[in-house]
């Protein structure tokens, strides 16, 4: 394909970011195009720092080949274009997912100041006592293994599969969006506020934490602390993790399954294990109450902005049934801009 054929959607995104751009180009050309300068971000980043990255190769060949086929199958319901579709947005959330983890830790190693003391002073303000929160979860042993099971387990690539095999094209997009959109905003944000956990600045003795795997709360920690200060250099891709405290990550996930989901049998089962994980995020988290707060912000900061633009999946109605009869969906049966 030639270079105006590529470069023809993304200049017509820039002027009309509600068009959803071409098939080949799902879930947004502009989705692509921010992917691609993460990318060459990480590249310059690495190439004038001290910082480098290693088993780049087995990150690449780990893709969840298994995944990948289940929303093949699934997605086959719905016909071609359904395929297509699942095919590039798992594409793009396999590709962003590395390359964004790599700038994350490229932006914690920047090495500004830890801001833990100013976010146990925000969460005072608020009146949380994480202390007190944390040990009433330790001490019960109902709500200590449900919430750990719901902080371990991911509803997104169930609501993918899902939103996959019923048709929801424009969910699935939105789902892509808006999983790009956070993890971006969650990355910058990270970066210039970094801090570490409430474990750490709060130190709580057996009486509090007696109970908990010895790492809940911590085991990014390491990693947080060591590029941070300058003490660790090397990033290997087969190890990464989130290593961002404000805004909680965890929080965005657990809220985008049920936000792509509603409307279907599967909403009320995704809001039920959303507020679950959001209730085991300081805990097994090791997340502040301000973290939560200001992770639920950039989710709807984001939905509102989808919506704005027409991109936030409500125009799926009858999606399903429009692909099955060989049509395309709604909003992707616009003329696009010519190759």
Same mark, same amino acid.
């Given at each position: 394909m030639s270079t105006k054929g590529w470069l023809s959607p993304v200049l017509h995104s820039l002027r009309h970011p509600s068009?959803?751009?071409?098939?080949?180009?799902?879930p947004h050309p502009l989705a692509w195009l921010a992917t691609i300068a993460i990318i060459a971000v990480d590249g310059l980043?690495?190439?004038?720092?001290?910082?480098?990255?290693? #088993?780049? =190769?087995?990150?690449?060949? %780990?893709?969840p080949v298994l995944l990948l086929v289940m929303v093949l199958l699934v997605s086959a319901i719905g016909g071609r274009r359904m395929?297509?579709?699942s095919l590039m947005a798992f594409m793009i959330i396999n590709l962003f997912g590395q390359s964004g983890r790599v700038l994350n830790y490229l932006g914690v190693g920047l090495g500004l100041p830890l801001r833990d003391a100013a976010l146990?002073?925000?969460?005072?303000?608020?009146?949380?006592?994480w202390l007190a929160y944390v040990k009433f979860v330790n001490g019960h042993e109902l709500v200590?293994?449900?919430?750990r099971?719901?902080?371990?387990?991911?509803?997104?690539?169930?609501?993918?599969?899902?939103l996959a095999a019923t048709g929801r094209m424009e969910r699935l997009r939105a789902f892509t969006l808006m999983f790009i959109i956070t993890a971006t905003t969650t990355i910058i944000i990270g970066s210039l506020l970094p801090a570490l956990s409430a474990f750490t600045q709060? #130190?709580? =003795?057996?009486?509090?934490? %007696?109970?908990?795997?010895?790492?809940?709360?911590r085991k990014f920690v390491a990693h947080a602390?060591?590029?941070?200060s300058g003490e660790m250099r090397v990033i290997d891709m087969t190890r990464m993790m989130g290593i961002v405290a404000l805004p909680s990550f965890h929080t965005i996930m657990a809220l985008i399954a049920p936000w792509s989901l509603r409307g279907t049998l599967l909403f009320w089962p995704s809001a039920l294990l959303a507020a679950l994980v959001i209730l085991a995020t300081p805990v097994y988290g090791g997340h502040y109450m301000v973290d939560i707060i200001a992770g639920a912000a950039v989710f709807f900061a984001t939905a509102w902005a989808l919506r704005r633009l027409g991109l936030d999946g409500a125009r799926d109605l009858g999606a399903r049934h429009a692909i099955t009869r060989g049509k395309p969906p709604p909003g992707m049966d616009r003329p696009q801009p010519a190759a």
């Open positions: 068009d959803p751009g071409p098939l080949w180009l799902f980043w690495l190439f004038v720092s001290d910082m480098r990255i290693i #088993n780049a =190769g087995k990150a690449i060949t %780990g893709v395929v297509i579709a146990a002073s925000m969460d005072a303000w608020l009146g949380f006592d200590r293994q449900v919430l099971r719901a902080y371990e387990f991911s509803a997104l690539p169930i609501a993918a599969m899902w709060y #130190n709580p =003795g057996p009486e509090t934490i %007696g109970n908990l795997p010895q790492d809940a709360g602390a060591g590029f941070n």
